[in-house]
């Protein structure tokens, strides 16, 4: 009977020692830890990890947290709890980890951002029209003769263009371009009720056009060769070569148009800008040439032909798409 206590009281003794280093061990493997990190999924079945400082977390407990609004995945948490180095699961990804209180960081925006707050994409426009002054004239002349014969009209039609090409050259400067643009003899011809056609002579027309960039001689131009012979203007257009400045300041201004209505827009749902998500040219539109009307030419001693130039308008559209954060719901 005395052996019988003697071991009893060896085997408490024994479970006791046991209890005590379970508990030592435990104290030793848990680890009071307060996280604060991004939640993440993981490769576990319904695993979640909270990633801080480039460290994973193993959520252990993760059904208790996975009801509320702000646990989604990239939100950012602070997690007090403790790590159980003991435990083992399949993949091991990271530290298992049992939380005993969760929150949402504020500067996550206190929850899923998709429910607090709205992003929306917003389409807009932005037209500009600048205005510029030309830097070329175009310019076309005919000389127009009548004869009752061909090379009668021919003839008198070359020695008269022959003249207004000299005489254009001249007033325009060397710098000017000079190109014949069209030539035509054509018969003339009287119709009559039940007969047929007659001709009664031919015209021929010769046609020069200058193209300049000193616009302040086109009205001496059009005086001296309506002087030297030419009695026909076909047409002045006046047209911008070197319109990359104005162009881009159009594309400019149009761009800036399009991302202030965007702005507008998210101010007025409370919200602001995030980002611009696509920018697209829809087109600029070159500048549009100014005509002036065909005028018959005589010779004359009056003053000089006043011209009027004007100002081009070179158009631009862009259209842009912005994601909008419209603020709380």
Do not use: H
Request: glycine share 8%; aromatic share 4%.
């Amino acid at each position: 009977m005395g052996r019988k206590i003697i071991m009893m009281r060896k085997l408490i003794s024994i479970l006791s020692t046991v209890a005590l280093l379970a508990l030592l061990a435990t104290q030793v493997f848990a680890k009071e830890l307060t996280l604060r990190g991004r939640l993440q999924r993981t490769v576990e079945a319904g695993g979640w990890v909270i990633v801080a400082d480039n460290q994973k977390y193993l959520i252990l407990n993760v059904s208790r947290f996975q009801s509320e609004k702000w646990f989604a995945e990239g939100n950012e948490v602070e997690a007090a709890g403790e790590t159980k180095s003991g435990v083992v699961t399949i993949y091991m990804e990271g530290t298992p980890f049992e939380v005993r209180a969760m929150r949402p960081l504020a500067e996550s925006g206190g929850g899923n951002q998709n429910e607090l707050r709205g992003l929306t994409k917003v389409m807009v426009t932005g037209d500009s029209i600048v205005q510029a002054q030309p830097d070329t004239a175009m310019l076309t002349v005919s000389v127009v003769t009548q004869a009752r014969r061909a090379l009668d009209a021919q003839q008198e039609n070359a020695n008269r263009s022959d003249a207004v090409v000299r005489a254009l050259k001249n007033a325009a400067g060397p710098g000017a371009e000079v190109k014949t643009s069209g030539y035509s003899l054509q018969p003339q011809r009287v119709y009559k009720e039940g007969q047929p056609p007659t001709i009664t002579g031919y015209e021929a027309r010769n046609s020069v056009t200058v193209i300049m960039s000193d616009l302040t001689k086109v009205g001496s131009v059009i005086d001296a060769t309506a002087q030297a012979g030419a009695n026909d203007v076909a047409g002045i257009s006046f047209t911008l070569r070197k319109d990359r400045p104005a162009r881009d300041q159009a594309l400019a201004e149009a761009t800036r148009e399009a991302v202030s209505k965007a702005q507008v827009i998210a101010t007025a749902l409370g919200g602001r800008v995030v980002r611009i998500v696509e920018v697209q040219e829809e087109g600029v539109a070159r500048p549009i040439p100014l005509y002036e009307g065909t005028m018959q030419v005589m010779k004359t001693t009056a003053a000089p032909t006043p011209i009027e130039i004007g100002t081009l308008d070179i158009t631009s559209r862009v259209q842009l798409i912005a994601e909008v954060e419209v603020g709380a719901r």
